[in-house]
């Protein structure tokens, strides 16, 4: 499955976010997906994910409360509010085969390319 990200962009601390993964297959729903994120000079790091039949949701401690994962037939979504500069990172979508959602990156089968948060202060 091949995954595109968008919805990134430049926002004030305090502001709001929606990222985006759309996925180039009708078997999408099969799939548990997650967000992660990397920062410069960091390595990457879990944010939230959402098993595949939306029915179960784990976050990051750093986000929980701020950000929102959710689903429809062949796309994910990241709803982000409540921003921190400390948040700016470039935020990637992910699919794990079997439906299950994961924290760790070595879970997930296939990567979108990207895309670029900032928060100013």
């Known amino acids: 499955v091949q995954l595109q990200a968008s919805g990134g962009g430049l926002v004030q601390a305090g502001g709001s976010l929606r990222l985006s993964c759309a996925a180039s297959?009708?078997?999408?729903?099969?799939?548990?997906m997650g967000w992660f994120r990397q920062a410069p000079g960091k390595e990457r790091e879990f944010v939230a994910a959402?098993?595949?039949?939306?029915?179960n949701t784990i976050y990051a401690d750093s986000v929980k409360g701020r950000f929102t994962i959710s689903r429809d037939k062949n796309t994910v979504y990241l709803q982000m509010n409540s921003l921190k500069p400390e948040d700016t990172a470039v935020y990637y979508c992910a699919a794990s085969n079997g439906g299950l959602l994961w924290s760790v990156g070595s879970k997930y089968n296939y990567w979108g390319q990207g895309t670029q948060v900032t928060v100013s202060s």
């Open positions: 959402i098993s595949r039949t939306a029915g």
């Open positions: 297959e009708g078997t999408f729903s099969m799939y548990g």
